[in-house]
């Protein structure tokens, strides 16, 4: 079982302000785990905080990015890796959940349809 305080960490700044928010990294939290990223392979690296483009729905809180390191060293993940875990959190989410695959990380916003 997935020890929420254990198993993935938040770089400092990642506040959490909705619920939606927090559920939804929860259920990404456990997505990485089962596949065997733990630790600081399972990161939030951003929620409000950090420089995002006018209107990001990173500042209404609506929106956070998952970390996609392969190992500890900071390798990124496989292509198609990253197309996989991407997918499987969309069918976790649900329709009103957009994932975005940027080059460092899954961008992950509330954006309801």
Avoid: C
Wanted: glycine share 8%.
């Amino acid at each position: 079982m997935l020890n929420f305080k254990k198993g993935v960490k938040f770089k400092k700044g990642g506040e959490i302000v909705k619920l939606h928010t927090l559920l939804a990294m929860m259920k990404v939290a456990y997505i990485y785990y089962k596949r065997g990223y733990t630790g600081v392979l399972n990161t939030v690296t951003s929620v409000m905080d950090g420089k995002h483009m006018e209107g990001s729905k990173h500042y209404t809180g609506d929106a956070f990015d998952q970390r996609t390191w392969a190992d500890a060293t900071g390798t990124q993940m496989d292509p198609t890796e990253k197309e996989y875990l991407a997918w499987e959190i969309r069918e976790a989410l649900g329709p009103d959940w957009d994932v975005v695959i940027e080059r460092t990380h899954l961008h992950i916003e509330y954006d309801p349809k």
